[in-house]
Structures are given as C-alpha cells and as structure tokens.
C-alpha cells in the first residue's frame, strides 16, 4: 500500500514560491485501478513525479509497504524507481528502430528471454504485431506496447500520465480496459493522471485535485462498466 502523510511541494521561481501541492493525503492500493483527477494545474504531475521518485516532496512522507520513500537517499531512491516503477506515457516513447518484441525486451532486460516479452504482448492483444516497428502501428496499438513494456518489468506500482490523450475515444477505453484488467489481475496499484472526469468512473477510487489540495476522495468497489462511459 502506498500512503501520502500531509506530502507539500513548493516550487521557487526567483522570489515567488508556487505551491504545488499543499498538505496532500491519500491512500493508494494494491489490485485497484486509481484515478487521479483534475484541471489544469492542480497539481497532477507533481503528485505523478513524487510517486514515481521522480522528484521529491519538499515536507511531508510518502510510505510504499511500510518503507518511508521520502527519506531514501538518492541511489536508493532510484532503485525504488527502477525495480518497483512502471511508467506509461502519453506519447509512448517506443525506440523507432526497434520492433514491438524488441522494445518489450530490452526495456525490461529480457532480451535473452522473449517468451516473457511475448506473453506481455499477448497480455495487450498483440501477438500478432511482435514483428511490427513502431511506425507500423496505431496509436492505439503503440500504447498497448508500451503497458506491456511498463507490465514486463512486474512493477508493483504502474504510473500513467494522461495515457488516452493521443488517443480517439473508442481506442482510450480499450487503454483503460487493460489498465484497470491489470490492476485487477496482478498484484500492482495502477495509477492514471487525467483530466477526464469520464474517464474516472471506471476507476476503484478516484482522488480529486484542486490548487494543490485534496479536494474528495471516492471509493467505488464495483466501478462502471465501459459501456456506461460516454466520450
Ligand atoms: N518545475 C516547476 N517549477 C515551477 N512551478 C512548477 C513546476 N512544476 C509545476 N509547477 C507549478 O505547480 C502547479 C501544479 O502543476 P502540475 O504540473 O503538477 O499540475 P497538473 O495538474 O499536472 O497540470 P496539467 O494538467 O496542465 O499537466 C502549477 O501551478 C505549475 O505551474
């Protein structure tokens, strides 16, 4: 389980302090499918990078099974990023000269074991594209690679920042299928950032943002069903 305990960022630009996030508690879990919401600037990405160890709260603790991540010291911080994160673009970040298979497996080191590669392809339904650079893919099909690259690495926390928009409404839902079906299926918190109050419906437990602050939490233990969100 992940926990945020009272976590604030500021930024300082010259004189100014931007308050980034402001006293910010919340739980995140294992097996569920979360969904963080809110407008633009409300600090989203900020709470994203601190999840991820990408940046680090300026006051506050942020707890990962029992281990306080905000007191990690640099290298270890960075272990945490490598061996417990996954992280899904909204651009995807796939290597152009590199095929589906192959991105797969150097991402996650397992380039002496594709059959591993394989089977997080099949995973996203993508078998049938193992063969196929980036270029001859959807949009659709190139975020499907790039959950198998983030699932390939068997995260225990898989972080998505606006993962759909790039996205046509019909090809996000299929993303937010195999989001919330890895949730569900593997033992890792799934945590998406958007913007699309849409969208949340189909998450376990919606955290919303507001200048920085908490503004509600909502847990949903049956979430919708795709055919009840309409884009
Ligand atoms: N590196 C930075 N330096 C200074 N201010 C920053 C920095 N990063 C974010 N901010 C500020 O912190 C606040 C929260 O930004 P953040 O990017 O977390 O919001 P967001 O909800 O993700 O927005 P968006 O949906 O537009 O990506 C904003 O006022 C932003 O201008």
Known sequence: MLIF??????????????????????EIHKGEFTVILGPSGSGKSTALNILGG????????????????????????????????GFVFQFYNLIPSLTALENIGIAAELTDNLAIAENCLEQVGLLHRRKNFPNQM?????????????????????????????LDSATGLKIMEILRFSAENSEVAVVMVTHNEEFAKLAHRIIRLHDGKVSSIEENKTPAELSEVHL
């Not at 940046?55 to 991540?69: H, K, P, Q």
């Not at 959807?138 to 790039?166: F, H």
Request: proline content about 2%; some cysteine.
């Open 54 to 85: 990408m940046d680090r709260a300026s006051s506050g603790e942020f707890l990962f099974d029992n281990e306080v991540i905000t007191q990690l010291t640099d290298e270890k911080l960075s272990e945490y990023r490598r061996d417990i994160v």
């Open 5 to 26: 305990k009272n976590i604030s960022k500021t930024y300082q630009i010259g004189s100014q302090e931007v308050k980034a996030l402001e006293n910010v508690n919340f």
């Open 138 to 166: 959807s949009g659709g099909e190139m975020q499907r690679v790039s959950i198998a690259r983030a699932l390939a690495k068997k995260p225990k926390l898989l972080l998505c920042d606006e993962p759909t928009g790039a």
